[in-house]
Protein backbone atom coordinates (compact mmCIF):
# COMPACT_ATOMS: atom_id res chain seq x y z
CA UNK A 1 0.00 0.00 0.00
CA UNK A 2 2.91 2.56 1.01
CA UNK A 3 4.73 1.45 -1.78
CA UNK A 4 2.08 2.12 -3.95
CA UNK A 5 1.67 4.80 -2.78
CA UNK A 6 5.18 6.20 -2.84
CA UNK A 7 5.19 5.32 -6.50
CA UNK A 8 1.98 7.56 -7.45
CA UNK A 9 4.16 10.03 -6.02
CA UNK A 10 7.38 9.77 -8.22
CA UNK A 11 4.86 9.06 -10.91
CA UNK A 12 3.20 12.82 -10.36
CA UNK A 13 6.36 14.54 -9.81
CA UNK A 14 8.02 13.13 -13.08
CA UNK A 15 4.60 14.03 -15.03
CA UNK A 16 4.64 17.53 -13.64
CA UNK A 17 8.49 18.37 -14.84
CA UNK A 18 7.22 16.69 -18.07
CA UNK A 19 4.97 19.14 -18.39
CA UNK A 20 6.41 22.07 -17.27
CA UNK A 21 9.57 21.30 -20.14
CA UNK A 22 6.76 20.47 -22.53
CA UNK A 23 5.07 23.83 -22.13
CA UNK A 24 8.55 25.90 -22.31
CA UNK A 25 9.00 24.57 -25.37
CA UNK A 26 5.95 25.32 -26.76
CA UNK A 27 6.55 28.46 -25.64
CA UNK A 28 9.34 28.99 -27.01
CA UNK A 29 8.39 27.32 -30.29
CA UNK A 30 6.02 30.67 -30.67
CA UNK A 31 7.84 32.89 -29.55
CA UNK A 32 10.50 31.95 -32.52
CA UNK A 33 7.49 31.65 -35.19
CA UNK A 34 5.93 34.75 -33.77
CA UNK A 35 8.79 37.52 -33.53
CA UNK A 36 9.71 37.66 -37.16
CA UNK A 37 6.06 38.53 -37.71
CA UNK A 38 5.94 41.32 -35.19
CA UNK A 39 9.17 42.64 -35.82
CA UNK A 40 8.09 43.17 -39.40
CA UNK A 41 4.62 44.53 -38.63
CA UNK A 42 6.10 46.93 -36.40
CA UNK A 43 8.87 47.85 -38.74
CA UNK A 44 6.15 48.63 -41.05
CA UNK A 45 4.50 50.95 -38.78
CA UNK A 46 7.94 53.11 -38.18
CA UNK A 47 9.37 55.87 -39.15
CA UNK A 48 12.11 55.96 -42.25
CA UNK A 49 15.05 57.15 -39.28
CA UNK A 50 14.27 54.56 -36.97
CA UNK A 51 13.96 51.98 -39.68
CA UNK A 52 17.35 52.31 -41.31
CA UNK A 53 19.11 53.25 -37.65
CA UNK A 54 17.99 50.00 -36.51
CA UNK A 55 16.03 50.91 -33.24
CA UNK A 56 13.29 48.29 -34.06
CA UNK A 57 13.46 45.33 -32.08
CA UNK A 58 9.93 44.67 -30.96
CA UNK A 59 7.54 47.34 -30.78
CA UNK A 60 7.76 50.69 -33.68
CA UNK A 61 9.31 53.45 -32.84
CA UNK A 62 8.02 56.71 -33.90
CA UNK A 63 4.84 55.36 -34.98
CA UNK A 64 3.99 56.91 -38.77
CA UNK A 65 2.47 55.58 -42.03
CA UNK A 66 5.17 56.37 -44.46
CA UNK A 67 5.60 53.20 -45.48
CA UNK A 68 2.07 52.43 -46.17
CA UNK A 69 1.41 55.76 -47.72
CA UNK A 70 4.30 54.72 -50.24
CA UNK A 71 2.24 51.34 -50.70
CA UNK A 72 -0.60 52.92 -51.51
CA UNK A 73 0.69 55.48 -53.63
CA UNK A 74 2.69 53.25 -56.02
CA UNK A 75 0.48 52.68 -59.40
CA UNK A 76 2.39 48.89 -60.43
CA UNK A 77 1.36 47.34 -56.41
CA UNK A 78 -2.10 48.38 -56.90
CA UNK A 79 -2.71 46.86 -60.12
CA UNK A 80 -1.68 43.96 -58.98
CA UNK A 81 -3.34 43.89 -55.91
CA UNK A 82 -6.45 44.45 -58.16
CA UNK A 83 -5.26 41.72 -61.24
CA UNK A 84 -4.66 39.30 -58.01
CA UNK A 85 -7.84 39.66 -56.77
CA UNK A 86 -9.40 39.15 -60.45
CA UNK A 87 -7.20 35.82 -61.07
CA UNK A 88 -8.02 34.37 -57.61
CA UNK A 89 -11.92 34.51 -57.99
CA UNK A 90 -11.86 33.85 -61.62
CA UNK A 91 -9.48 30.94 -61.31
CA UNK A 92 -11.08 29.51 -58.24
CA UNK A 93 -14.81 29.82 -59.38
CA UNK A 94 -13.05 27.76 -62.50
CA UNK A 95 -11.44 25.44 -60.38
CA UNK A 96 -14.60 24.51 -57.96
CA UNK A 97 -16.62 23.61 -61.15
CA UNK A 98 -13.63 21.56 -62.85
CA UNK A 99 -12.71 19.96 -59.70
CA UNK A 100 -17.03 18.61 -58.95
CA UNK A 101 -17.29 17.39 -62.77
CA UNK A 102 -13.87 15.61 -62.63
CA UNK A 103 -14.52 14.32 -58.81
CA UNK A 104 -18.56 13.23 -58.79
CA UNK A 105 -17.92 10.88 -61.72
CA UNK A 106 -15.12 9.45 -60.36
CA UNK A 107 -16.61 8.66 -57.17
CA UNK A 108 -19.06 6.66 -58.31
CA UNK A 109 -18.76 3.33 -59.01
CA UNK A 110 -21.23 2.91 -61.69
CA UNK A 111 -19.04 5.07 -63.90
CA UNK A 112 -17.60 3.04 -66.87
CA UNK A 113 -14.09 3.46 -67.50
CA UNK A 114 -13.44 4.94 -64.36
CA UNK A 115 -10.40 2.81 -63.01
CA UNK A 116 -8.83 4.15 -66.00
CA UNK A 117 -9.52 7.42 -65.74
CA UNK A 118 -8.80 7.34 -62.32
CA UNK A 119 -4.79 5.89 -63.60
CA UNK A 120 -4.65 9.04 -65.75
CA UNK A 121 -5.26 11.26 -63.14
CA UNK A 122 -2.74 9.65 -60.69
CA UNK A 123 -0.15 9.07 -63.22
CA UNK A 124 -0.13 12.90 -63.44
CA UNK A 125 1.25 12.81 -60.04
CA UNK A 126 4.22 10.55 -60.58
CA UNK A 127 5.03 11.93 -64.32
CA UNK A 128 5.30 15.34 -65.79
CA UNK A 129 5.77 16.40 -69.27
CA UNK A 130 8.23 19.09 -67.70
CA UNK A 131 8.71 22.75 -67.77
CA UNK A 132 9.28 23.65 -71.63
CA UNK A 133 6.65 21.08 -73.59
CA UNK A 134 3.96 22.88 -70.85
CA UNK A 135 5.56 26.68 -71.63
CA UNK A 136 5.15 25.76 -75.68
CA UNK A 137 1.91 23.96 -75.71
CA UNK A 138 0.45 27.95 -73.52
CA UNK A 139 2.18 29.66 -76.63
CA UNK A 140 0.65 27.18 -79.37
CA UNK A 141 -2.79 27.70 -77.53
CA UNK A 142 -2.25 31.46 -78.02
CA UNK A 143 -2.03 32.06 -73.90
CA UNK A 144 1.00 33.44 -73.95
CA UNK A 145 0.24 36.79 -72.02
CA UNK A 146 -3.38 37.06 -71.73
CA UNK A 147 -4.95 36.94 -68.44
CA UNK A 148 -6.08 32.73 -69.19
CA UNK A 149 -2.24 31.72 -69.18
CA UNK A 150 -3.34 32.15 -65.23
CA UNK A 151 -6.56 30.49 -65.24
CA UNK A 152 -6.47 27.59 -67.82
CA UNK A 153 -3.39 25.87 -67.73
CA UNK A 154 -4.52 25.93 -63.64
CA UNK A 155 -8.00 24.64 -63.69
CA UNK A 156 -7.65 21.29 -61.96
CA UNK A 157 -5.37 20.60 -59.04
CA UNK A 158 -5.40 16.74 -58.53
CA UNK A 159 -4.84 16.88 -54.92
CA UNK A 160 -8.16 18.87 -54.71
CA UNK A 161 -9.85 16.47 -56.97
CA UNK A 162 -9.19 13.18 -54.60
CA UNK A 163 -10.48 14.99 -51.63
CA UNK A 164 -13.47 16.12 -53.18
CA UNK A 165 -13.73 12.70 -54.96
CA UNK A 166 -13.18 10.87 -51.52
CA UNK A 167 -15.76 13.40 -49.63
CA UNK A 168 -18.14 12.13 -52.31
CA UNK A 169 -17.65 8.90 -52.00
CA UNK A 170 -17.95 9.02 -47.88
CA UNK A 171 -20.90 11.40 -47.43
CA UNK A 172 -23.64 10.44 -50.28
CA UNK A 173 -25.30 7.01 -49.21
CA UNK A 174 -25.97 5.57 -52.49
CA UNK A 175 -29.99 4.63 -51.60
CA UNK A 176 -30.16 8.93 -51.81
CA UNK A 177 -29.18 8.06 -55.81
CA UNK A 178 -31.21 4.61 -55.81
CA UNK A 179 -34.87 7.15 -54.82
CA UNK A 180 -33.64 9.91 -56.86
CA UNK A 181 -33.32 7.62 -60.18
CA UNK A 182 -36.13 5.77 -58.84
CA UNK A 183 -38.02 8.98 -59.37
CA UNK A 184 -36.75 10.00 -62.49
CA UNK A 185 -33.85 11.86 -61.70
CA UNK A 186 -31.30 12.30 -63.85
CA UNK A 187 -27.15 12.69 -63.09
CA UNK A 188 -27.24 16.26 -63.77
CA UNK A 189 -30.16 16.75 -61.59
CA UNK A 190 -29.04 14.97 -58.76
CA UNK A 191 -25.76 16.21 -59.17
CA UNK A 192 -26.47 20.04 -59.15
CA UNK A 193 -30.33 19.14 -56.71
CA UNK A 194 -28.26 17.07 -54.64
CA UNK A 195 -24.52 16.63 -54.38
CA UNK A 196 -23.59 20.19 -54.57
CA UNK A 197 -25.91 21.57 -51.92
CA UNK A 198 -24.68 18.33 -49.71
CA UNK A 199 -21.18 19.17 -50.35
CA UNK A 200 -20.88 22.66 -49.20
CA UNK A 201 -18.35 22.26 -46.58
CA UNK A 202 -16.02 20.38 -48.34
CA UNK A 203 -16.51 22.72 -51.46
CA UNK A 204 -15.54 25.61 -49.12
CA UNK A 205 -12.55 23.65 -48.20
CA UNK A 206 -10.92 23.06 -51.69
CA UNK A 207 -12.20 26.65 -52.50
CA UNK A 208 -9.95 28.22 -49.46
CA UNK A 209 -6.85 26.07 -50.91
CA UNK A 210 -7.28 27.17 -54.69
CA UNK A 211 -8.06 30.45 -53.61
CA UNK A 212 -4.63 30.66 -51.70
CA UNK A 213 -2.81 28.87 -54.39
CA UNK A 214 -3.99 31.43 -56.64
CA UNK A 215 -2.96 34.83 -54.44
CA UNK A 216 0.65 33.26 -54.13
CA UNK A 217 1.12 31.74 -57.49
CA UNK A 218 4.18 33.38 -58.92
CA UNK A 219 6.21 31.52 -61.43
CA UNK A 220 3.74 30.90 -63.88
CA UNK A 221 3.27 34.82 -64.33
CA UNK A 222 6.84 35.10 -64.39
CA UNK A 223 6.94 33.01 -67.63
CA UNK A 224 3.82 33.78 -69.46
CA UNK A 225 3.37 37.13 -68.61
CA UNK A 226 5.35 40.28 -70.29
CA UNK A 227 2.71 42.76 -70.15
CA UNK A 228 3.15 44.77 -66.61
CA UNK A 229 -0.49 45.34 -66.67
CA UNK A 230 -1.77 42.18 -66.24
CA UNK A 231 1.28 41.55 -63.42
CA UNK A 232 -0.44 39.57 -60.49
CA UNK A 233 0.78 41.64 -57.25
CA UNK A 234 3.37 38.36 -56.30
CA UNK A 235 5.18 39.14 -59.58
CA UNK A 236 5.30 43.43 -58.35
CA UNK A 237 6.44 42.12 -55.28
CA UNK A 238 9.74 39.88 -56.65
CA UNK A 239 10.59 43.28 -58.74
CA UNK A 240 10.55 45.18 -55.41
CA UNK A 241 11.33 42.79 -52.69
CA UNK A 242 13.61 40.18 -54.46
CA UNK A 243 15.45 42.00 -57.13
CA UNK A 244 15.42 45.67 -55.38
CA UNK A 245 13.87 47.54 -57.83
CA UNK A 246 12.38 50.18 -56.25
CA UNK A 247 11.22 53.13 -58.12
CA UNK A 248 12.26 56.33 -57.87
CA UNK A 249 8.23 57.45 -58.26
CA UNK A 250 7.72 55.52 -54.89
CA UNK A 251 9.95 57.96 -53.49
CA UNK A 252 8.78 60.98 -55.32
CA UNK A 253 8.60 63.06 -51.79
CA UNK A 254 12.40 62.31 -50.73
CA UNK A 255 15.46 63.86 -51.98
CA UNK A 256 18.04 63.17 -49.64
CA UNK A 257 20.34 59.72 -50.68
CA UNK A 258 19.94 58.12 -47.27
CA UNK A 259 16.53 59.29 -46.57
CA UNK A 260 15.73 57.59 -49.61
CA UNK A 261 17.17 54.29 -48.68
CA UNK A 262 15.24 54.35 -45.17
CA UNK A 263 11.99 54.70 -47.16
CA UNK A 264 13.41 51.97 -49.29
CA UNK A 265 13.12 49.76 -46.55
CA UNK A 266 10.34 50.72 -44.74
CA UNK A 267 8.16 50.40 -47.85
CA UNK A 268 9.25 46.62 -47.58
CA UNK A 269 7.64 45.78 -44.79
CA UNK A 270 4.43 47.49 -45.32
CA UNK A 271 4.74 45.65 -48.77
CA UNK A 272 4.81 42.08 -46.55
CA UNK A 273 2.26 43.32 -44.44
CA UNK A 274 -0.04 44.60 -47.40
CA UNK A 275 0.99 41.70 -49.35
CA UNK A 276 -0.10 39.06 -46.93
CA UNK A 277 -3.35 40.50 -45.13
CA UNK A 278 -6.13 39.67 -47.00
CA UNK A 279 -4.63 35.71 -46.66
CA UNK A 280 -3.72 36.27 -42.56
CA UNK A 281 -6.73 38.16 -42.24
CA UNK A 282 -9.56 35.73 -42.93
CA UNK A 283 -7.35 32.71 -41.72
CA UNK A 284 -8.49 32.66 -37.98
CA UNK A 285 -11.63 31.87 -39.08
CA UNK A 286 -11.08 29.12 -41.80
CA UNK A 287 -8.11 27.75 -40.30
CA UNK A 288 -10.52 24.83 -39.33
CA UNK A 289 -11.36 24.04 -42.85
CA UNK A 290 -7.67 23.88 -43.91
CA UNK A 291 -6.79 21.34 -41.37
CA UNK A 292 -10.54 19.42 -42.57
CA UNK A 293 -8.77 19.51 -45.82
CA UNK A 294 -5.75 17.98 -44.88
CA UNK A 295 -7.15 15.11 -42.93
CA UNK A 296 -9.82 14.34 -45.59
CA UNK A 297 -6.40 14.45 -48.15
CA UNK A 298 -4.43 12.10 -46.20
CA UNK A 299 -6.54 9.38 -46.38
CA UNK A 300 -6.01 6.82 -48.63
CA UNK A 301 -7.75 7.74 -52.21
CA UNK B 1 -21.48 -8.78 -70.53
CA UNK B 2 -22.28 -5.86 -72.37
CA UNK B 3 -20.03 -3.96 -74.90
CA UNK B 4 -18.29 -1.23 -74.14
CA UNK B 5 -20.39 1.33 -76.83
CA UNK B 6 -23.21 0.14 -74.80
CA UNK B 7 -21.20 0.37 -71.53
CA UNK B 8 -20.42 3.89 -72.72
CA UNK B 9 -23.95 5.07 -73.57
CA UNK B 10 -25.25 3.50 -70.32
CA UNK B 11 -23.27 5.94 -68.33
CA UNK B 12 -23.20 8.88 -71.37
CA UNK B 13 -24.32 11.54 -68.61
CA UNK B 14 -21.59 10.97 -65.78
CA UNK B 15 -19.42 10.59 -69.10
CA UNK B 16 -20.87 13.93 -70.10
CA UNK B 17 -19.88 15.42 -67.18
CA UNK B 18 -16.20 13.98 -67.04
CA UNK B 19 -15.78 15.20 -70.66
CA UNK B 20 -14.61 18.77 -70.15
CA UNK B 21 -11.53 17.54 -66.78
CA UNK B 22 -11.06 14.92 -69.43
CA UNK B 23 -10.46 17.51 -72.16
CA UNK B 24 -8.54 19.28 -69.52
CA UNK B 25 -5.97 16.43 -68.17
CA UNK B 26 -5.49 15.56 -72.28
CA UNK B 27 -4.46 18.79 -73.33
CA UNK B 28 -2.29 20.01 -70.04
CA UNK B 29 -1.13 16.66 -68.71
CA UNK B 30 -0.39 14.28 -71.24
CA UNK B 31 0.22 16.73 -74.40
CA UNK B 32 3.25 17.95 -72.84
CA UNK B 33 4.49 14.46 -71.93
CA UNK B 34 3.99 13.75 -76.11
CA UNK B 35 5.76 17.37 -76.45
CA UNK B 36 8.52 15.99 -74.12
CA UNK B 37 10.01 14.38 -77.34
CA UNK B 38 11.63 17.28 -78.63
CA UNK B 39 14.46 16.31 -75.73
CA UNK B 40 15.54 13.35 -78.34
CA UNK B 41 14.92 16.50 -81.49
CA UNK B 42 16.89 19.63 -82.45
CA UNK B 43 13.25 21.61 -81.79
CA UNK B 44 13.10 24.36 -84.52
CA UNK B 45 10.15 26.37 -83.29
CA UNK B 46 8.92 26.56 -87.02
CA UNK B 47 9.01 23.16 -87.91
CA UNK B 48 6.41 22.52 -84.38
CA UNK B 49 7.39 19.44 -82.43
CA UNK B 50 6.70 17.08 -84.77
CA UNK B 51 8.14 18.48 -87.90
CA UNK B 52 11.65 19.22 -86.15
CA UNK B 53 14.76 16.91 -86.88
CA UNK B 54 15.62 13.57 -84.66
CA UNK B 55 18.84 13.49 -83.29
CA UNK B 56 18.36 10.62 -80.27
CA UNK B 57 20.19 11.16 -77.27
CA UNK B 58 22.48 14.17 -77.92
CA UNK B 59 21.41 16.31 -75.50
CA UNK B 60 21.24 13.84 -72.69
CA UNK B 61 24.89 12.89 -73.34
CA UNK B 62 25.59 16.37 -73.37
CA UNK B 63 24.51 17.20 -70.17
CA UNK B 64 25.94 14.38 -68.65
CA UNK B 65 29.44 15.52 -70.32
CA UNK B 66 28.77 19.26 -69.25
CA UNK B 67 31.14 20.87 -66.99
CA UNK B 68 27.52 21.66 -64.58
CA UNK B 69 25.97 17.88 -64.65
CA UNK B 70 27.98 16.81 -61.20
CA UNK B 71 27.62 20.05 -59.20
CA UNK B 72 23.77 20.93 -60.26
CA UNK B 73 22.85 16.92 -59.41
CA UNK B 74 24.73 16.93 -56.28
CA UNK B 75 23.74 20.34 -55.29
CA UNK B 76 19.86 19.15 -56.36
CA UNK B 77 20.40 15.76 -53.60
CA UNK B 78 22.11 17.65 -51.07
CA UNK B 79 19.87 20.47 -50.84
CA UNK B 80 16.76 17.46 -50.97
CA UNK B 81 18.36 15.20 -48.34
CA UNK B 82 19.38 18.52 -45.58
CA UNK B 83 15.57 19.01 -46.05
CA UNK B 84 14.40 15.74 -45.88
CA UNK B 85 16.27 14.95 -42.69
CA UNK B 86 16.21 18.16 -41.50
CA UNK B 87 12.29 18.83 -41.53
CA UNK B 88 11.60 15.53 -40.46
CA UNK B 89 11.66 15.88 -36.85
CA UNK B 90 10.22 18.80 -36.34
CA UNK B 91 6.47 18.13 -36.73
CA UNK B 92 6.53 14.99 -35.19
CA UNK B 93 8.31 16.39 -32.01
CA UNK B 94 5.85 19.32 -32.22
CA UNK B 95 2.89 16.75 -32.41
CA UNK B 96 3.47 14.76 -29.82
CA UNK B 97 4.13 17.94 -27.23
CA UNK B 98 1.15 19.08 -28.37
CA UNK B 99 -0.69 15.95 -27.56
CA UNK B 100 0.11 16.45 -24.11
CA UNK B 101 -1.13 19.64 -23.55
CA UNK B 102 -4.44 19.86 -21.11
CA UNK B 103 -5.26 23.17 -21.73
CA UNK B 104 -7.72 23.86 -24.36
CA UNK B 105 -7.07 26.96 -25.20
CA UNK B 106 -3.22 27.45 -24.97
CA UNK B 107 -3.18 24.02 -27.54
CA UNK B 108 -5.71 25.85 -29.75
CA UNK B 109 -3.14 29.57 -29.33
CA UNK B 110 0.01 27.27 -30.42
CA UNK B 111 -1.90 25.55 -33.32
CA UNK B 112 -3.02 29.18 -34.94
CA UNK B 113 0.24 30.62 -34.61
CA UNK B 114 2.44 27.60 -35.22
CA UNK B 115 -0.14 27.06 -38.90
CA UNK B 116 -0.32 30.67 -40.01
CA UNK B 117 3.57 30.75 -41.94
CA UNK B 118 2.40 28.19 -44.45
CA UNK B 119 0.13 30.86 -45.62
CA UNK B 120 3.00 33.20 -47.12
CA UNK B 121 3.72 33.31 -50.32
CA UNK B 122 7.27 32.22 -51.60
CA UNK B 123 7.71 35.42 -52.61
CA UNK B 124 6.76 37.20 -49.61
CA UNK B 125 8.54 34.50 -47.64
CA UNK B 126 12.09 35.29 -49.78
CA UNK B 127 11.13 39.14 -49.03
CA UNK B 128 11.21 38.48 -45.41
CA UNK B 129 14.70 36.04 -45.39
CA UNK B 130 16.33 39.06 -47.52
CA UNK B 131 15.31 41.78 -44.95
CA UNK B 132 16.11 39.71 -41.41
CA UNK B 133 19.22 38.61 -42.72
CA UNK B 134 20.65 42.10 -44.44
CA UNK B 135 24.08 43.07 -44.30
CA UNK B 136 23.21 46.57 -43.28
CA UNK B 137 20.10 46.91 -41.01
CA UNK B 138 18.78 43.58 -40.95
CA UNK B 139 17.84 42.21 -37.84
CA UNK B 140 19.87 39.10 -37.16
CA UNK B 141 23.00 41.49 -38.12
CA UNK B 142 22.06 43.85 -36.03
CA UNK B 143 21.28 41.03 -32.78
CA UNK B 144 24.82 39.76 -33.72
CA UNK B 145 26.94 43.20 -33.67
CA UNK B 146 24.85 43.53 -30.15
CA UNK B 147 27.23 40.77 -28.92
CA UNK B 148 30.48 42.81 -30.73
CA UNK B 149 30.23 39.90 -33.78
CA UNK B 150 31.02 41.68 -37.13
CA UNK B 151 27.99 41.81 -39.33
CA UNK B 152 27.74 38.71 -42.36
CA UNK B 153 26.25 39.25 -45.54
CA UNK B 154 24.62 35.80 -45.43
CA UNK B 155 23.16 35.84 -49.01
CA UNK B 156 27.10 36.40 -50.41
CA UNK B 157 28.23 32.67 -49.00
CA UNK B 158 27.55 29.93 -50.81
CA UNK B 159 28.17 27.68 -47.52
CA UNK B 160 25.12 29.29 -45.95
CA UNK B 161 22.47 28.80 -48.62
CA UNK B 162 21.47 24.98 -47.87
CA UNK B 163 20.91 26.17 -44.42
CA UNK B 164 18.81 29.40 -45.02
CA UNK B 165 17.03 27.46 -47.17
CA UNK B 166 15.97 24.32 -45.17
CA UNK B 167 15.69 26.17 -41.76
CA UNK B 168 13.12 29.07 -43.56
CA UNK B 169 11.63 27.03 -44.56
CA UNK B 170 11.09 24.64 -41.89
CA UNK B 171 10.26 27.81 -39.71
CA UNK B 172 7.43 27.93 -41.89
CA UNK B 173 5.70 24.84 -42.23
CA UNK B 174 6.75 23.20 -39.24
CA UNK B 175 3.50 23.82 -37.98
CA UNK B 176 1.41 22.82 -40.98
CA UNK B 177 3.38 19.54 -41.01
CA UNK B 178 2.10 18.43 -37.47
CA UNK B 179 -1.37 18.75 -37.95
CA UNK B 180 -1.49 14.87 -40.00
CA UNK B 181 0.27 13.46 -36.60
CA UNK B 182 -2.29 14.89 -34.39
CA UNK B 183 -4.72 13.09 -36.49
CA UNK B 184 -2.88 10.06 -36.06
CA UNK B 185 -2.28 10.76 -32.07
CA UNK B 186 -5.67 11.32 -31.83
CA UNK B 187 -6.79 7.90 -33.43
CA UNK B 188 -4.34 5.88 -30.45
CA UNK B 189 -7.00 4.07 -28.34
CA UNK B 190 -7.08 5.87 -24.71
CA UNK B 191 -7.15 2.79 -23.39
CA UNK B 192 -3.37 1.90 -24.19
CA UNK B 193 -2.97 5.39 -22.05
CA UNK B 194 -4.89 4.01 -19.33
CA UNK B 195 -3.40 0.67 -18.75
CA UNK B 196 0.01 2.18 -19.15
CA UNK B 197 -0.84 4.78 -16.34
CA UNK B 198 -2.09 1.84 -14.18
CA UNK B 199 1.18 0.17 -14.92
CA UNK B 200 2.49 3.00 -13.83
CA UNK B 201 4.24 4.73 -16.57
CA UNK B 202 5.05 8.46 -16.47
CA UNK B 203 4.60 10.63 -19.53
CA UNK B 204 7.69 10.40 -20.47
CA UNK B 205 7.25 6.88 -21.21
CA UNK B 206 3.53 6.50 -22.63
CA UNK B 207 5.18 9.00 -25.39
CA UNK B 208 7.54 6.84 -26.18
CA UNK B 209 6.00 3.47 -25.87
CA UNK B 210 2.64 4.33 -27.28
CA UNK B 211 2.71 7.75 -29.04
CA UNK B 212 5.52 6.89 -31.21
CA UNK B 213 5.06 4.05 -32.38
CA UNK B 214 1.42 5.05 -32.65
CA UNK B 215 2.34 7.80 -35.44
CA UNK B 216 5.10 5.91 -37.16
CA UNK B 217 3.42 4.18 -39.92
CA UNK B 218 2.02 7.67 -41.35
CA UNK B 219 5.86 9.00 -40.91
CA UNK B 220 6.81 6.21 -42.90
CA UNK B 221 4.51 7.27 -45.43
CA UNK B 222 5.17 10.92 -45.13
CA UNK B 223 8.83 9.42 -45.62
CA UNK B 224 8.15 7.76 -48.67
CA UNK B 225 6.77 10.54 -50.67
CA UNK B 226 9.19 12.86 -49.84
CA UNK B 227 11.85 10.70 -51.41
CA UNK B 228 9.77 10.12 -53.86
CA UNK B 229 10.51 13.49 -54.47
CA UNK B 230 13.87 13.90 -53.80
CA UNK B 231 14.54 15.54 -57.15
CA UNK B 232 11.39 18.19 -56.63
CA UNK B 233 12.46 20.79 -54.10
CA UNK B 234 10.68 24.09 -53.54
CA UNK B 235 12.18 25.52 -56.70
CA UNK B 236 10.42 29.04 -56.93
CA UNK B 237 12.12 29.73 -53.56
CA UNK B 238 15.50 28.51 -54.36
CA UNK B 239 15.00 30.25 -57.94
CA UNK B 240 14.42 33.63 -55.80
CA UNK B 241 16.92 33.03 -52.98
CA UNK B 242 19.91 32.57 -56.17
CA UNK B 243 21.99 35.26 -56.37
CA UNK B 244 25.18 35.46 -58.64
CA UNK B 245 27.36 35.23 -55.40
CA UNK B 246 25.69 31.68 -54.10
CA UNK B 247 24.79 30.25 -57.09
CA UNK B 248 27.76 27.60 -56.75
CA UNK B 249 25.43 25.75 -54.52
CA UNK B 250 22.22 27.29 -55.20
CA UNK B 251 22.13 26.29 -58.59
CA UNK B 252 20.07 22.80 -58.45
CA UNK B 253 18.04 20.95 -62.10
CA UNK B 254 15.09 22.89 -62.00
CA UNK B 255 16.33 26.55 -62.06
CA UNK B 256 18.99 25.14 -64.57
CA UNK B 257 16.04 24.18 -66.78
CA UNK B 258 14.64 27.65 -66.37
CA UNK B 259 17.47 29.26 -67.36
CA UNK B 260 18.70 27.34 -70.19
CA UNK B 261 15.11 27.13 -71.61
CA UNK B 262 13.44 30.15 -71.18
CA UNK B 263 15.69 33.28 -69.44
CA UNK B 264 18.97 33.03 -71.22
CA UNK B 265 19.59 34.97 -74.23
CA UNK B 266 20.10 31.67 -75.64
CA UNK B 267 17.19 29.38 -75.30
CA UNK B 268 17.69 25.87 -76.10
CA UNK B 269 13.74 24.38 -75.62
CA UNK B 270 15.31 21.08 -76.40
CA UNK B 271 18.33 20.76 -74.11
CA UNK B 272 16.36 22.24 -71.57
CA UNK B 273 13.63 19.14 -72.15
CA UNK B 274 16.22 17.37 -72.09
CA UNK B 275 17.12 17.95 -68.39
CA UNK B 276 13.89 18.38 -67.32
CA UNK B 277 13.17 14.99 -68.49
CA UNK B 278 16.13 13.20 -67.24
CA UNK B 279 14.77 14.65 -64.13
CA UNK B 280 10.94 13.38 -64.17
CA UNK B 281 12.37 9.85 -64.92
CA UNK B 282 14.59 9.59 -62.58
CA UNK B 283 11.47 10.53 -59.69
CA UNK B 284 9.40 8.30 -61.29
CA UNK B 285 11.68 5.23 -60.77
CA UNK B 286 12.48 6.65 -57.56
CA UNK B 287 9.01 7.00 -56.25
CA UNK B 288 7.96 3.37 -57.65
CA UNK B 289 11.56 1.65 -55.83
CA UNK B 290 10.81 3.35 -52.65
CA UNK B 291 7.11 2.07 -52.70
CA UNK B 292 8.45 -1.70 -53.79
CA UNK B 293 10.76 -1.61 -51.13
CA UNK B 294 8.29 -0.42 -48.40
CA UNK B 295 5.85 -2.93 -49.82
CA UNK B 296 8.93 -5.57 -49.19
CA UNK B 297 9.37 -4.83 -45.38
CA UNK B 298 5.85 -5.04 -45.14
CA UNK B 299 5.67 -1.43 -44.28
CA UNK B 300 2.75 0.83 -45.41
CA UNK B 301 3.02 1.49 -48.84
CA UNK B 302 0.83 4.28 -51.47
CA UNK B 303 -0.42 1.35 -52.97
Excluded at chain 1, 267 to 282: Q, R
Excluded at chain 1, 286 to 293: E, M
Excluded at chain 2, 140 to 165: C, E, T, W, Y
Aim: hydrophobic share 55%.
Amino acid sequence: MRADHARKVRLMDSDKAFDLVNHLFLLLLVLVVLYPLIYILSSSFSSKDAVVSGEVWLWPVDLSLEGYKAVFRNKMIMTGYANSFFYMFVGTALNIVMTILAAYPLSRKDFYLRNFYMFLVMFTMIFDGGLIPRYILVKDLGLLDTRWALIIPAALGVWQLIIARTYFRSTIPNELLEAAQIDGCNDFKFLGKIVVPLSAPIIAVIGLFYAVGHWNQFFNALIYLKNKDLYPLQLVLNTILVQNEVTTDMLADVTEMSQRQGLADLLKYSLIVVASAPVLAIYPFVQRHFVKGVMIGSLKG
Amino acid sequence: MKSPVQQLARSWQLQALFLLPLIYLLVFKYYPMYGAQIAFKNFVAVKGIEGSDWIGFDYFVRFFRSYDFWKILGNTIGLSFYHLLAGFPFPILLALSLNFVQNAKFKKTVQMITYAPHFISVVVMVGIILQMLDPRAGLINRGLMLFGIDPVHFMAKPGLFQSIFVWSDIWQNVGWGCIIYLAALAAIDPALHEAAIMDGANKMRRMWHIDLPGIMPIAMILLILNVGRLMDIGFEKVLLLQNPLNLRTSEIIDTYVYKVGLASNLVNFSYATAIGLFKSVVNMFLLLAINQTARKFKQESLW
